[in-house]
């Protein structure tokens, strides 16, 4: 089953929730940031300022983009079908997104796959999304 | 101080709605009520303590509904956790029972999901994006059966689960519907039927997913001194335990469930095993619900899921654990899009011995009803509530 685009909504804009418009100005440079805490070290998923370990503050990083397919479900009823999924990074988390450009039919629990990004619909901002590697 | 036997469930009703489009919302709460108070043989005026969560309309938590039910209450609870909100109004209301601050407790369900014409598990729902998820999801199209998908395709994964394992789920659960009048789906279907059935999010086919329907449910709960003067057959609450699971910072681990942290507590506030419970209510939103959930509550080991529900083994006098012998979620009724209630409803008539005579339990005196509310691929709280009766 092939992978064919569809209209990626979003909801509100970067400036909803200033603790995370880094994100999405990182986005929309073809970068996917990632909060990292300066205590214990520990990247963490979806950003917060405070870190979800242990309360201590958090720093950007960009992350590399690699990450392996953690599970995926192919919403066959949709259409056209889009694969959601989490994906494991390289720096720890594990991160929902979806998987673009690919086979539907050939993805795999475990592959490796590299970060891509998207513009949502109605001028907002870009998300990252993951394709093979 | 144990909670144990601290609340009796002297009233438990179900509506025989499916479909009810000439109803309100708060209707169908009050018809509940009604209906659960009959059948504890008490009256409105006897209630004291008020529970509901997110399907009761008005968005105050209680406060619509007391208002159109008119009831006069000392206690009030909203918790709201999705479809396992009823199992934790159980504990917190023998809690709020057991410290005096209520005598007679009354929880409602009520909704109508399947005349607004709600595609509850197909279509992803935007909320408020100052929920600090909401941006970070709501892009990537959550709707309730990807979410359930990618827990499924994780376990097939690390365990070697099989389509045709968690079908034997459905062919369970419609074995029993045959026999509940009310039930949306009453056709009895086989493996085959539903490995066979359209995809709907891989790997759950349409009929590894429940129904949509209008309705909805009422217990009552009092202490044990009132539970003893009314006419009905005795129904304790023996256990309790609730906890919410979520994505942990990114460390989510979508092979196992809430039921693995609310499931401990229940069992050690009443004393038994897995092995001692004669009838099982699972939360059935999806096949693979159940099964995880199965495992997560010690009736098998962790990955053995499949295994254990395979050839007929939850099917009531065929094999060793009868689970949802209305129906459940996946043919009867899964009102509101919360099947927390009916969970309950059925295990309280099985230990009554008021199940139908053809999947009635033999001799049932220790029962589990176990909830899950929310989404298992992102956050969700399980509930678990065990039964005996005296």
Not at chain 1, 89 to 111: H, R, S, Y
Not at chain 1, 119 to 125: F, H, Q, S, V
Not at chain 2, 104 to 133: D, F, H, K, M, V
Not at chain 2, 335 to 349: L, M, Q, S
């Amino acid at each position: 089953m092939a992978y064919t685009a569809r209209k990626i909504p979003f909801v509100g804009t970067p400036d909803t929730n200033p603790e995370t418009k880094p994100f999405f100005q990182g986005a929309d440079a073809g970068k996917l940031m990632v909060r990292r805490c300066t205590s214990c070290k520990k990247v963490h998923h979806y950003p917060r300022e405070l870190c979800p370990f242990c309360f201590g503050s958090c720093e950007w990083q960009e992350a590399s983009g690699k990450a392996k397919v953690y599970t995926f479900s192919v919403m066959e009823r949709a259409n056209p079908p889009y694969a959601i999924g989490y994906v494991t990074l390289e720096e720890g988390p594990n991160v929902l997104t979806n998987f673009v450009d690919c086979d539907f039919k050939a993805l795999k629990i475990g592959q490796d796959v590299k970060v891509t990004f998207v513009k949502t619909e109605d001028g907002g901002p870009s998300m990252p999304f993951f394709t093979p590697a | 101080m144990s909670l144990k036997g601290a609340a009796y469930i002297a009233g438990a009703w179900e509506h025989p709605t499916r479909k009810a489009p000439d109803k309100s919302i708060a209707l169908l709460h009050a018809e509940c009520a009604k209906g659960a108070l009959e059948d504890a043989g008490l009256t409105k005026d006897d209630i004291d303590g008020y529970f509901c969560a997110g399907d009761a309309p008005g968005g105050l938590g209680p406060l619509s509904m007391v208002d159109y039910m008119n009831l006069k209450c000392r206690h009030v609870d909203s918790t709201d956790v999705g479809g396992s909100s009823y199992q934790v109004a159980v504990g917190h209301a023998m809690e709020a029972i057991a410290a005096g601050r209520c005598n007679i407790a009354l929880i409602t369900l009520s909704g109508r999901p399947r005349s607004e014409g709600q595609a509850t598990g197909t279509a992803p729902r935007p909320g408020n994006p100052a929920a600090p998820e909401m941006q970070f999801e709501y892009p990537y199209g959550p709707a309730t059966a990807n979410l359930y998908g990618m827990c499924a395709a994780r376990h097939m994964y690390e365990y070697g689960t099989t389509s045709e394992q968690l079908a034997w789920i459905k062919v369970a659960a419609s074995h029993h519907a045959q026999y509940n009048p009310n039930a949306m789906l009453r056709d009895v279907v086989t493996v085959e039927d539903v490995v066979n059935s359209p995809m709907v999010s891989t790997p759950l086919h349409r009929l590894d997913c429940c129904v949509i329907s209008d309705g909805g449910g009422a217990l009552i709960l009092t202490k044990p001194e009132i539970a003893k003067s009314l006419k009905r057959p005795l129904v304790k609450v023996i256990g309790v335990g609730e906890s919410p699971k979520h994505q942990a910072g990114g460390e989510i681990d979508l092979t196992y469930t809430a039921a693995r942290w609310s499931g401990p507590p229940a069992w050690e506030m009443a004393g038994i095993k897995p092995s001692d419970i004669k009838y099982a209510s699972i939360y059935d939103s999806f096949t693979i619900t159940v099964l995880m959930q199965l495992e997560d509550l010690g009736f098998c080991e962790k990955g053995q899921g499949g295994k254990f529900v395979a050839d007929g083994n939850l099917i009531s006098g065929v094999g060793k654990l009868p689970f949802n012998t209305d129906g459940g979620g996946l043919c009867s009724n899964h009102p509101a899009n919360r099947g927390g209630i009916t969970k309950i409803i059925e295990a309280v008539r099985q230990l009554r011995g008021e199940a139908h005579p053809s999947v009635q339990v033999p001799n049932c005196d220790l029962a589990i009803a176990h909830g899950t509310g929310g989404a298992l691929g992102t956050r969700h709280c399980g509930s678990t509530v065990i039964l005996e009766r005296e």
